[in-house]
């Protein structure tokens, strides 16, 4: 599936979470609802390297991300299955002066009843391997999901330290007090150094290709309006605003 | 000038004095320039045309020296007497001229002060004019425009305190006497302004959710009604704003005309060839005007039963293929195995008092089925709040179920209540053809 990602960006200290939530409540008129996120990324292998992110860096290629999102009951499908994993490819978001973050992004759902990640022989696993990628690194994003006007999808998540022994478990409660303590512990020291950070991303998806129906740029322009109201909205609670297109490049160099 | 020049008839007087050498107490010095000696002579003896060295000689010898003391005195006593008369009168017309002199020049400094006076006083007015015709020195010693004068009245105004302090006290009594009007109407809209709130702040507590209304015609409290929180997608959002009379009550004044109608069910079955009415229930709304919480609840009743029928009668054009057909626009009929359910609108007044004796077994079922309608609507709330909080689909994803072509209401009822029947026919027809089978194979 196709997808051109409209989106914005904000980051919250702890101590504002609250409010902030409080305040979503009221604008989306629904109660947050816990989620639960593992991102799988693997790495692509010399042998994957295709073109050069930088002549003098060397040759480098797009990592790619494993994720399942969990839910709570409110929002989970009705015949009680879990959620299936997501391959997803992201491009690097659109250059230029705009008003919301474009990317494009592939995605590909697995069938539910897959066995993925069991094991090192799960599918994702032997799939991702065929295409010489290996598995990097894991990490679990935790927070709460809202829904905007039937369209924006809300995310207020923070990097969680630690992964649960069973994916479907969401962790009850505010556990902030335990990020500080767990940074070390924390197997991939790049993203540790965001643990305690709430990022806030409010995105809509648009269907691109040959499967979505409607004039594309009519799409554009309903999302970008519901983003912009929005933003207006809980503008003064938190910012919203485009991040350097930089931090979101998926591609990296390869080490050899 | 010498005396023996004078006749009667040519009196040249000249305003200068003549010079006194022979008394030193003078302490006048005599200038006498030539530009005043020259016009003198010119009128004593004429022209100088006429002035000839010979005839000076002459006049000088024909002086007698004042030295001369023995010259023998030829003048007559008569003379004598005149020459001393000529003298006195000599010395007084020398004394009347020197005061005479004395008295134009204080003239002439006088008037000259008096313009330099009148002068730097218009100058003050109109300094181009002032000083044409001031003094130099005046103009280097005093500034132009320095003096200044002004009208002063004959007598001073003396104010009369009388007057001044009666304006003042009637002054202060009338803003006394509004100032205690303005507090007891303060007051009066105080208590009335308290009144209110406190109306405002019981319907609060009980639940209702309470907004601010900004309005073309209206700005303040508001209440919120309706079900759109609750996941309903009428038009009527169920927005009533909270007046205040002016007796201070809090006054629900719901937008749009007033809701009067209730649903109402009825059955109706074949009776010699026509279908008439066995059954009928009707939705009970107690109305009522003087308990506000009681109007907001009779209020939200009404736009339950409103959006029913409207949901109904939406779904009537869904399922016009089974014979669900809508008469006349307020009533929808269902053709049923047995029965009719007829499903309409009728006001509150309306509700005819055999409804409430009405016991028979169509009444139970006709308020079965009124209270499944309601139920039936609840859910769909419930359905459109879950559909509202879900993860949406990407935009452009192609659907295959449009929301305005499902009967989300009508379709289960009629399912429901057509089943039995249905059944019970198949079930007959089925049991009719075995006992028949049976009879033949034995």
Not at chain 2, 285 to 311: C, S
């Amino acid at each position: 599936m196709s997808l051109q990602e409209l989106s914005l960006y904000a980051a919250l200290p702890p101590s504002r979470v609250a409010t902030f939530l409080s305040t979503l409540s009221a604008v989306t008129g629904m109660r947050a609802v816990p989620v639960l996120q593992h991102h799988l990324v693997f790495s692509p292998t010399p042998a994957s390297a295709s073109g050069a992110l930088h002549p003098a860096i060397g040759p480098a290629a797009t990592q790619l991300e494993a994720s399942r999102i969990d839910v709570h009951r409110d929002l989970a499908p009705a015949n009680g299955a879990k959620s299936s994993w997501t391959l997803t490819i992201p491009t690097i978001p659109e250059s230029g002066k705009r008003n919301v973050q474009v990317q494009y992004i592939n995605r590909t759902t697995f069938r539910p009843d897959e066995q993925c990640v069991t094991d090192d022989t799960g599918i994702l696993f032997r799939f991702l391997r065929a295409l010489d990628y290996v598995y990097a690194y894991d990490y679990l994003e935790r927070g709460h999901l809202f829904v905007y006007s039937g369209m924006v999808i809300i995310k207020v998540t923070q990097l969680s330290p630690q992964s649960p022994p069973q994916l479907h478990e969401i962790p009850v409660g505010d556990e902030d007090e335990h990020v500080a303590d767990t940074v070390a512990q924390h197997r991939d020291p790049e993203t540790a150094k965001f643990l305690g950070v709430w990022v806030v991303h409010a995105y809509v998806d648009i269907l691109t290709g040959s499967e979505s129906v409607g004039d594309d740029l009519e799409k554009v322009r309903i999302a970008t309006e519901r983003l912009e109201a929005l933003k207006a909205e809980i503008a003064g609670v938190v910012e919203l605003g485009i991040p350097d297109r930089g931090i979101l490049d998926p591609r990296v160099q390869i080490r050899k | 000038m010498s005396a023996s020049s004078l006749s009667g008839d040519d009196i040249f007087v000249s305003l200068e004095p003549p010079p006194l050498e022979e008394d030193p107490s003078h302490a006048i010095r005599s200038f006498r320039n030539l530009s005043q000696i020259i016009p003198q002579i010119a009128l004593e003896r004429g022209s100088f045309l006429n002035v000839t060295e010979d005839s000076l000689r002459k006049e000088i010898e024909a002086r007698p020296s004042p030295h001369d003391k023995n010259m023998p005195d030829e003048t007559p006593t008569k003379l004598k007497k005149s020459a001393t008369n000529l003298a006195e009168f000599e010395e007084d017309f020398n004394n009347a001229r020197a005061d005479l002199n004395r008295l134009i020049c204080a003239a002439q400094n006088e008037a000259a002060i008096s313009l330099d006076f009148v002068s730097l006083l218009i100058s003050s007015v109109r300094p181009a004019a002032g000083t044409t015709s001031m003094s130099p020195h005046l103009k280097s010693h005093v500034p132009v425009g320095s003096l200044g004068a002004d009208r002063i009245k004959s007598s001073p105004y003396v104010e009369d305190m009388s007057v001044c302090l009666g304006w003042k006290t009637q002054a202060v009594s009338a803003a006394s006497e509004r100032l205690a009007r303005a507090a007891e109407r303060l007051a009066e809209e105080a208590g009335l302004e308290k009144n209110y709130w406190e109306q405002v702040e019981k319907i609060a507590v009980s639940g209702e959710v309470l907004s601010k209304m900004r309005m073309p015609d209206y700005r303040g409290m508001g209440v919120r009604y309706g079900f759109a929180d609750a996941g309903s997608t009428y038009k009527e959002k169920g927005i009533a704003t909270l007046r205040r009379n002016v007796e201070g009550k809090l006054v629900v004044k719901t937008e749009g005309e007033r809701r009067t109608k209730v649903l109402s069910v009825a059955i109706m079955r074949p009776l010699h060839g026509e279908y008439v009415r066995t059954g009928q229930y009707a939705s009970k709304v107690n109305y009522e005007t003087r308990d506000v919480k009681k109007e907001i609840k009779q209020a939200r009743d009404l736009l339950f039963e409103d959006e029913l029928f409207f949901e109904i009668a939406r779904e009537t054009r869904i399922l016009g293929s089974q014979g669900i057909t809508l008469d006349f626009g307020n009533k929808v009929m269902i053709p049923l195995p047995a029965l009719q359910v007829a499903i309409e609108t009728i006001d509150l007044e309306d509700q005819d008092s055999s409804m409430e004796l009405d016991t028979g077994p169509d009444r139970v079922i006709a308020e079965a089925i009124n209270v499944a309608l309601h139920l039936l609507l609840s859910k769909l709330h419930r359905k459109n709040l879950t559909a509202r909080r879900s993860i949406p689909l990407p935009l452009g994803t192609r659907t295959n179920i449009t929301d305005t072509g499902k009967s989300e209401i009508l379709e289960p009822l009629v399912s429901s209540l057509a089943v039995s029947p249905i059944k019970d026919s198949l079930t007959t027809l089925i049991m009719d053809l075995t006992s028949a089978l049976k009879k033949n194979v034995i």
